[in-house]
């Protein structure tokens, strides 16, 4: 199994809203990152879980909130976004942060987020 | 400050021709860089990478040429698909760096037409 899975793949919530974005991979991998996209611009690194331990916060504001439960699991939890928080929610997992070979990332397709 | 830079924004290649994307970067502290592919609707997927100890990698029709002095490398694709219209990233990463991190290009959107 070499998949990333992202739920939901499209969510619509109003800005008093509380929703979460989930994902899981069965690949073993230590590691596990949020990405946001917006259209036709690069994945921005958001959070990164290395052994289930929050290990980068790219200074995110707190209306988003990673949680890690396991080594497989990784939620964002959401509440009072903003319309331009409207975008692709990525998330990614590489096998180890501290392997000496390359960090290879492998990304889910994504959970497309519309804030009204 | 962008840390890796890609160009073109934008490229369109008849079939069969040959796609080229560049990108520079100035950290040489780098020493890994990938490049991904994503299709609409997609998450991006790793194509191929390359270490600066080599010069080119090729992997089927995709070719990576690294030239290290001049901080710059390439993604040729041969034998262009329609297939292959996606927009490709490069990036690179330091391993000795913040874990986690890899730096994106801004991105080529490619159109392969029949």
């Known amino acids: 199994d070499t998949e990333v899975t992202q739920t939901p793949k499209h969510l619509v919530m109003g800005m008093t809203n509380k929703k979460s974005l989930k994902c899981e991979q069965h690949?073993?991998?230590?590691?596990m990152y949020w990405y946001k996209q917006k259209a036709k611009k690069p994945p921005e690194l958001m959070f990164v879980?290395?052994?289930?331990?929050?290990?980068i916060n790219e200074s995110v504001p707190s209306r988003f909130s990673p949680e890690c439960p396991n080594s497989s699991l990784l939620n964002l939890h959401l509440h009072a976004l903003q319309p331009e928080d409207s975008a692709l929610y990525l998330c990614?997992?590489?096998?180890?942060?501290?392997?000496?070979?390359?960090?290879?990332?492998?990304f889910g397709a994504g959970s497309r987020l519309t804030v009204l | 400050q962008q840390q890796v830079k890609q160009s073109p924004q934008s490229l369109i290649v008849q079939k069969g021709g040959i796609s080229i994307i560049n990108c520079a970067y100035e950290?040489?502290?780098?020493?890994?860089f990938p490049w991904y592919q994503q299709f609409p609707g997609k998450g991006p997927a790793l194509l191929i990478a390359?270490?600066?100890?080599?010069s080119e990698k090729k992997e089927g029709r995709f070719t990576i040429s690294f030239n290290k002095s001049a901080k710059q490398f390439s993604l040729h694709i041969m034998d262009s698909q329609p297939g292959d219209s996606a927009t490709y990233f490069c990036?690179?990463?330091?391993?000795?760096?913040?874990?986690?991190?890899?730096?994106f290009g801004r991105g080529t959107q490619l159109t392969v037409w029949p």
């Open positions: 990614a997992s590489s096998q180890d942060l501290r392997q000496s070979g390359a960090n290879v990332l492998t």
């Open positions: 690949m073993g991998h230590r590691a």
């Open positions: 950290n040489t502290a780098f020493d890994y």
């Open positions: 390359i270490r600066p100890d080599v």
């Open positions: 990036a690179a990463s330091d391993r000795g760096s913040t874990l986690g991190r890899l730096y």
């Open positions: 879980y290395s052994y289930e331990k929050l290990s």
